[in-house]
């Protein structure tokens, strides 16, 4: 009798695509949600601890279109803090993963600027990015966003 082989691994999350198997039903709900009629979407995955969650958000960007930019951006340990300094954090992925992935370059976000202008994401930022994407879509996947139902989120100390 043969032995089968486990083909999932238990972890730090699979990143890379040759070593991910299954959740294809996931991956066509995805792809049907972002690019169907109505495409404004807010799509949770939510599971029991340890199922892969983190690895299929890693795995997603390989299963869809050209047309989307996907940035995947870690919750945790990043809630508590101020808002200024959370987008300011967000709009530096951003500009990271499009620079690295895309070959996109914005103008670096620059922190001071964003403490001091708390609007600074919505009237500055995100026009720049919009303007350079053009018609493509921004793909913003969030990890561990259970982080923000913790009773301490988005309050923080004075160094923060």
Known sequence: MSEM???Y???????????????????????????GKFVDHILVIHG??????????????FHLPPTYIPVFFDLQGRTHTSIERFL???AKEITRTLR????ISLPEPDREDF????????????????????????LL????????????AGRCSPKT
């Open 5 to 7: 082989i486990n083909p």
């Open 9 to 35: 691994i238990a972890g730090a999350p699979v990143t890379e695509k040759t070593m991910f198997f299954g959740r294809q039903d996931v991956f066509d709900w995805a792809q049907r949600s972002l690019t």
């Open 48 to 61: 029991q601890r340890r199922v892969g969650k983190t690895s299929v958000l890693k795995q997603i960007p």
């Open 88 to 90: 300011w954090r967000l």
């Open 100 to 103: 690295t992935a895309e070959d």
């Open 115 to 138: 403490s001091q202008d708390p609007e600074l994401f919505q009237n500055q930022f995100l026009p720049q990015l919009s303007e350079a994407i053009g018609d493509r879509r921004l």
């Open 141 to 152: 996947i969030f990890d561990e966003f259970d982080s923000l139902e913790e009773p301490t």
